[in-house]
Protein backbone atom coordinates (compact mmCIF):
# COMPACT_ATOMS: atom_id res chain seq x y z
CA UNK A 1 0.00 0.00 0.00
CA UNK A 2 2.53 2.77 -0.83
CA UNK A 3 1.80 6.12 0.00
CA UNK A 4 -0.84 5.01 2.74
CA UNK A 5 -0.05 7.04 5.55
CA UNK A 6 -2.64 6.40 8.68
CA UNK A 7 -2.89 6.30 12.73
CA UNK A 8 -5.75 4.57 13.97
CA UNK A 9 -6.16 5.08 17.38
CA UNK A 10 -8.30 2.27 18.47
CA UNK A 11 -8.99 1.69 22.86
CA UNK A 12 -10.59 -1.64 23.12
CA UNK A 13 -12.04 -3.29 26.00
CA UNK A 14 -13.49 -7.03 26.75
CA UNK A 15 -14.20 -8.56 29.64
CA UNK A 16 -13.96 -12.29 30.95
CA UNK A 17 -17.18 -14.47 30.49
CA UNK A 18 -19.23 -14.24 33.14
CA UNK A 19 -17.07 -11.22 34.52
CA UNK A 20 -15.31 -13.71 36.81
CA UNK A 21 -12.39 -12.39 38.81
CA UNK A 22 -10.01 -14.65 36.65
CA UNK A 23 -7.41 -12.72 35.74
CA UNK A 24 -5.49 -12.90 39.06
CA UNK A 25 -1.87 -11.68 39.82
CA UNK A 26 -0.22 -14.43 39.17
CA UNK A 27 -0.40 -14.13 35.55
CA UNK A 28 -2.10 -10.93 34.46
CA UNK A 29 1.09 -8.66 33.93
CA UNK A 30 2.27 -12.07 31.64
CA UNK A 31 -1.08 -12.13 30.04
CA UNK A 32 -0.83 -8.13 29.10
CA UNK A 33 2.80 -8.78 27.55
CA UNK A 34 1.50 -11.71 25.98
CA UNK A 35 -1.68 -9.61 24.62
CA UNK A 36 1.39 -7.03 23.60
CA UNK A 37 2.80 -9.47 21.42
CA UNK A 38 -0.35 -10.87 19.86
CA UNK A 39 -0.84 -7.12 18.19
CA UNK A 40 2.97 -6.91 17.41
CA UNK A 41 3.25 -10.03 15.42
CA UNK A 42 -0.47 -9.11 13.59
CA UNK A 43 0.91 -5.87 12.21
CA UNK A 44 -0.53 -3.35 14.81
CA UNK A 45 1.68 -1.01 17.00
CA UNK A 46 1.26 -1.90 20.91
CA UNK A 47 0.26 1.38 22.91
CA UNK A 48 -0.90 0.16 26.56
CA UNK A 49 -2.05 -3.36 27.46
CA UNK A 50 -3.73 -3.46 30.63
CA UNK A 51 -7.08 -4.43 32.88
CA UNK A 52 -8.11 -5.76 35.94
CA UNK A 53 -9.49 -8.68 37.71
CA UNK A 54 -12.51 -9.14 35.18
CA UNK A 55 -11.34 -7.23 31.58
CA UNK A 56 -8.56 -5.72 29.27
CA UNK A 57 -8.39 -2.59 27.39
CA UNK A 58 -5.71 -2.66 25.15
CA UNK A 59 -5.05 0.48 22.94
CA UNK A 60 -3.18 0.06 19.98
CA UNK A 61 -2.61 1.80 16.59
CA UNK A 62 -4.58 -0.28 13.75
CA UNK A 63 -3.15 -1.28 10.73
CA UNK A 64 -5.22 -0.05 7.72
CA UNK A 65 -5.33 -3.93 5.87
CA UNK A 66 -6.63 -5.33 8.81
CA UNK A 67 -10.11 -4.74 10.41
CA UNK A 68 -10.80 -4.10 14.05
CA UNK A 69 -13.24 -7.45 14.63
CA UNK A 70 -10.14 -9.27 13.40
CA UNK A 71 -7.86 -8.27 15.32
CA UNK A 72 -10.07 -8.46 18.40
CA UNK A 73 -11.33 -12.09 17.56
CA UNK A 74 -7.30 -12.91 17.16
CA UNK A 75 -6.16 -11.31 20.20
CA UNK A 76 -9.12 -13.38 22.23
CA UNK A 77 -8.79 -16.50 20.70
CA UNK A 78 -4.77 -16.71 21.29
CA UNK A 79 -4.82 -15.57 24.40
CA UNK A 80 -7.76 -17.82 25.64
CA UNK A 81 -5.98 -20.43 24.21
CA UNK A 82 -2.48 -19.42 26.35
CA UNK A 83 -4.49 -19.21 29.41
CA UNK A 84 -5.54 -22.64 28.85
CA UNK A 85 -2.41 -24.15 27.74
CA UNK A 86 -0.70 -22.86 30.64
CA UNK A 87 -3.59 -23.81 33.01
CA UNK A 88 -3.78 -20.74 34.67
CA UNK A 89 -7.64 -20.69 35.92
CA UNK A 90 -9.66 -23.98 37.16
CA UNK A 91 -11.72 -25.02 33.99
CA UNK A 92 -11.73 -23.87 30.57
CA UNK A 93 -11.38 -19.94 30.38
CA UNK A 94 -12.58 -17.52 27.56
CA UNK A 95 -13.34 -14.28 26.93
CA UNK A 96 -17.38 -12.98 26.97
CA UNK A 97 -18.69 -12.08 23.74
CA UNK A 98 -18.61 -9.04 21.98
CA UNK A 99 -16.21 -5.70 22.87
CA UNK A 100 -16.27 -2.11 22.98
CA UNK A 101 -13.99 -0.24 20.82
CA UNK A 102 -13.53 3.74 21.07
CA UNK A 103 -10.73 5.98 18.69
CA UNK A 104 -8.90 8.66 19.25
CA UNK A 105 -6.50 11.61 18.31
CA UNK A 106 -3.06 12.07 18.43
CA UNK A 107 -3.08 14.44 20.84
CA UNK A 108 -5.47 12.26 23.46
CA UNK A 109 -2.82 9.20 23.06
CA UNK A 110 -0.95 10.10 26.57
CA UNK A 111 -4.38 10.53 28.89
CA UNK A 112 -5.40 7.03 27.05
CA UNK A 113 -2.41 5.49 28.11
CA UNK A 114 -2.08 7.00 31.37
CA UNK A 115 -5.26 6.14 31.80
CA UNK A 116 -4.93 2.18 30.78
CA UNK A 117 -1.79 1.91 32.43
CA UNK A 118 -3.73 2.98 35.98
CA UNK A 119 -6.53 0.34 35.89
CA UNK A 120 -6.49 -1.33 39.23
CA UNK A 121 -6.14 2.39 41.04
CA UNK A 122 -9.16 3.48 38.53
CA UNK A 123 -11.48 0.63 39.81
CA UNK A 124 -10.55 1.40 43.31
CA UNK A 125 -13.47 4.36 42.96
CA UNK A 126 -15.52 2.44 40.24
CA UNK A 127 -16.48 -0.77 38.86
CA UNK A 128 -16.24 -1.93 35.65
CA UNK A 129 -19.84 -1.46 34.50
CA UNK A 130 -19.71 2.08 35.42
CA UNK A 131 -16.24 2.50 33.36
CA UNK A 132 -17.79 0.63 30.81
CA UNK A 133 -21.50 2.50 30.56
CA UNK A 134 -19.39 5.77 31.05
CA UNK A 135 -17.38 5.22 27.73
CA UNK A 136 -20.38 4.30 26.05
CA UNK A 137 -21.81 7.81 26.82
CA UNK A 138 -19.01 9.72 26.29
CA UNK A 139 -18.79 8.54 22.89
CA UNK A 140 -22.78 8.73 22.04
CA UNK A 141 -22.78 5.20 21.62
CA UNK A 142 -26.61 3.90 21.09
CA UNK A 143 -27.08 0.51 23.16
CA UNK A 144 -29.52 -1.65 24.38
CA UNK A 145 -29.05 -3.12 27.99
CA UNK A 146 -29.97 -6.67 26.54
CA UNK A 147 -27.16 -6.52 24.62
CA UNK A 148 -23.88 -4.71 26.96
CA UNK A 149 -21.58 -6.96 28.59
CA UNK A 150 -23.31 -9.17 31.42
CA UNK A 151 -23.33 -7.12 34.26
CA UNK A 152 -22.92 -9.28 37.70
CA UNK A 153 -23.31 -7.16 40.87
Known sequence: ?????????????????????????????????????????????SLAVNGYKDHVHIFFELHPTTSLSEIIKIVK???????NENRFVKGKFSWQEGYGAFSYSHSQRDDVIKYIIKQEEHHKKLTFKEEYLELLQKFEIAFDDHYVFEFYD
Open 77 to 83: TNSSKWI
Open 1 to 45: MANTYTQINIHAIFSVKGRENLLTNNFRTELFKYIAGILKNNKQF
